[in-house]
Protein backbone atom coordinates (compact mmCIF):
# COMPACT_ATOMS: atom_id res chain seq x y z
CA UNK A 1 0.00 0.00 0.00
CA UNK A 2 1.34 3.44 -0.87
CA UNK A 3 -0.08 6.93 0.87
CA UNK A 4 1.29 10.43 -0.48
CA UNK A 5 1.49 13.24 1.74
CA UNK A 6 1.77 16.91 -0.50
CA UNK A 7 4.32 19.91 0.94
CA UNK A 8 4.72 23.02 -1.03
CA UNK A 9 7.32 25.60 -1.23
CA UNK A 10 8.85 28.82 -2.16
CA UNK A 11 12.70 28.91 -3.59
CA UNK A 12 14.91 30.24 -5.98
CA UNK A 13 17.52 28.97 -7.99
CA UNK A 14 19.33 29.04 -11.16
CA UNK A 15 20.51 26.26 -13.60
CA UNK A 16 23.91 28.44 -14.60
CA UNK A 17 24.73 26.03 -17.80
CA UNK A 18 21.20 26.42 -19.50
CA UNK A 19 20.47 27.43 -22.60
CA UNK A 20 17.31 29.24 -22.17
CA UNK A 21 15.88 32.21 -19.80
CA UNK A 22 16.35 29.47 -16.71
CA UNK A 23 19.97 30.35 -16.54
CA UNK A 24 18.97 33.81 -14.61
CA UNK A 25 17.65 34.25 -11.15
CA UNK A 26 13.85 32.76 -10.95
CA UNK A 27 11.87 31.29 -8.80
CA UNK A 28 8.64 28.52 -8.15
CA UNK A 29 6.20 27.62 -5.77
CA UNK A 30 7.63 23.74 -5.98
CA UNK A 31 5.03 20.60 -4.59
CA UNK A 32 6.91 17.99 -3.15
CA UNK A 33 4.79 14.51 -3.14
CA UNK A 34 6.09 12.13 -0.52
CA UNK A 35 5.37 8.77 -1.16
CA UNK A 36 5.51 5.95 1.94
CA UNK A 37 5.40 2.06 0.89
CA UNK A 38 3.92 -0.37 3.52
CA UNK A 39 1.88 -2.66 4.84
CA UNK A 40 -0.84 -1.40 6.99
CA UNK A 41 -0.28 -1.55 10.93
CA UNK A 42 -2.42 -4.67 12.12
CA UNK A 43 -1.50 -3.85 16.01
CA UNK A 44 -4.64 -4.02 17.74
CA UNK A 45 -5.25 -0.60 19.98
CA UNK A 46 -2.46 1.66 18.48
CA UNK A 47 -3.33 5.04 17.00
CA UNK A 48 -1.99 4.06 13.33
CA UNK A 49 -4.29 0.80 13.43
CA UNK A 50 -5.45 0.09 9.66
CA UNK A 51 -2.67 2.70 8.44
CA UNK A 52 0.54 2.47 6.21
CA UNK A 53 1.80 5.60 8.87
CA UNK A 54 -0.39 8.48 10.04
CA UNK A 55 -0.55 11.23 7.22
CA UNK A 56 0.51 13.59 10.55
CA UNK A 57 4.18 11.64 10.72
CA UNK A 58 5.30 12.22 7.37
CA UNK A 59 3.95 16.04 7.36
CA UNK A 60 6.15 16.50 10.11
CA UNK A 61 9.49 14.95 9.14
CA UNK A 62 8.61 16.59 5.82
CA UNK A 63 8.57 20.36 6.91
CA UNK A 64 10.93 19.75 9.32
CA UNK A 65 13.36 19.48 6.34
CA UNK A 66 11.35 21.17 3.60
CA UNK A 67 10.25 24.23 5.72
CA UNK A 68 13.19 24.92 7.91
CA UNK A 69 15.65 24.55 4.82
CA UNK A 70 14.22 24.99 1.74
CA UNK A 71 11.40 27.25 2.12
CA UNK A 72 12.07 30.88 1.03
CA UNK A 73 15.82 29.88 0.23
CA UNK A 74 18.08 29.70 -2.79
CA UNK A 75 19.72 27.30 -3.74
CA UNK A 76 22.95 27.48 -5.40
CA UNK A 77 25.38 25.02 -7.11
CA UNK A 78 28.63 24.98 -5.20
CA UNK A 79 30.45 25.31 -8.70
CA UNK A 80 28.31 29.32 -9.32
CA UNK A 81 31.33 31.14 -8.02
CA UNK A 82 28.99 34.01 -9.01
CA UNK A 83 26.66 33.60 -6.59
CA UNK A 84 28.49 31.93 -3.67
CA UNK A 85 30.49 35.17 -3.68
CA UNK A 86 26.46 37.18 -3.88
CA UNK A 87 25.78 35.25 -0.96
CA UNK A 88 29.28 35.73 0.73
CA UNK A 89 29.20 39.59 0.68
CA UNK A 90 25.44 40.11 1.69
CA UNK A 91 23.62 39.22 4.34
CA UNK A 92 19.73 38.20 4.81
CA UNK A 93 19.60 35.93 2.73
CA UNK A 94 19.26 31.74 2.75
CA UNK A 95 21.57 30.18 0.47
CA UNK A 96 21.39 26.20 0.28
CA UNK A 97 24.56 25.43 -1.40
CA UNK A 98 24.67 22.14 -3.19
CA UNK A 99 27.00 19.91 -5.04
CA UNK A 100 24.84 19.86 -7.94
CA UNK A 101 22.46 22.35 -10.47
CA UNK A 102 19.17 22.62 -8.90
CA UNK A 103 16.78 21.11 -11.73
CA UNK A 104 13.98 19.40 -10.51
CA UNK A 105 15.47 16.18 -10.81
CA UNK A 106 18.29 16.93 -8.27
CA UNK A 107 16.50 18.87 -6.23
CA UNK A 108 14.03 15.51 -6.14
CA UNK A 109 16.80 13.19 -5.24
CA UNK A 110 18.19 15.30 -2.67
CA UNK A 111 14.81 15.06 -0.52
CA UNK A 112 14.32 11.65 -0.94
CA UNK A 113 18.36 10.93 0.03
CA UNK A 114 17.73 13.51 3.30
CA UNK A 115 13.89 12.10 3.81
CA UNK A 116 14.60 8.50 3.62
CA UNK A 117 16.62 8.03 6.68
CA UNK A 118 14.17 9.73 8.86
CA UNK A 119 11.28 7.19 7.90
CA UNK A 120 11.28 4.68 10.64
CA UNK A 121 9.66 1.32 10.44
CA UNK A 122 8.15 1.69 14.15
CA UNK A 123 5.79 -1.50 13.22
CA UNK A 124 7.53 -4.26 11.23
CA UNK A 125 5.18 -2.84 8.18
CA UNK A 126 7.66 -2.52 5.95
CA UNK A 127 7.59 0.83 6.13
CA UNK A 128 9.68 2.92 3.88
CA UNK A 129 10.16 5.89 0.91
CA UNK A 130 8.68 4.80 -2.14
CA UNK A 131 9.54 8.12 -3.86
CA UNK A 132 9.36 11.83 -4.22
CA UNK A 133 7.59 13.44 -7.16
CA UNK A 134 8.74 17.27 -7.28
CA UNK A 135 6.67 19.92 -9.03
CA UNK A 136 8.16 22.59 -10.32
CA UNK A 137 5.32 24.08 -12.37
CA UNK A 138 2.18 23.23 -12.82
CA UNK A 139 2.44 20.86 -15.61
CA UNK A 140 6.28 20.02 -14.78
CA UNK A 141 7.45 17.34 -12.49
CA UNK A 142 10.13 15.22 -11.79
CA UNK A 143 10.18 11.94 -9.71
CA UNK A 144 13.08 10.47 -7.79
CA UNK A 145 12.94 6.38 -6.39
CA UNK A 146 15.39 4.05 -5.93
Avoid at 30 to 59: H, T
Avoid at 66 to 73: G, N, P, Q, R, T
Amino acid sequence: MQVVKIIQWDMGHRVMNHRSICKGLHGHRYRAEICIQGDMIDVEGVSEEGMVVDFSDIKEIALSFIHSKLDHAFMVWDKDEEMINFFNSSKGHKPIIVPFTPTAENVAKYIFETLSPKIIDNYGNGLHLMSVKVWETPTSYAVYSE
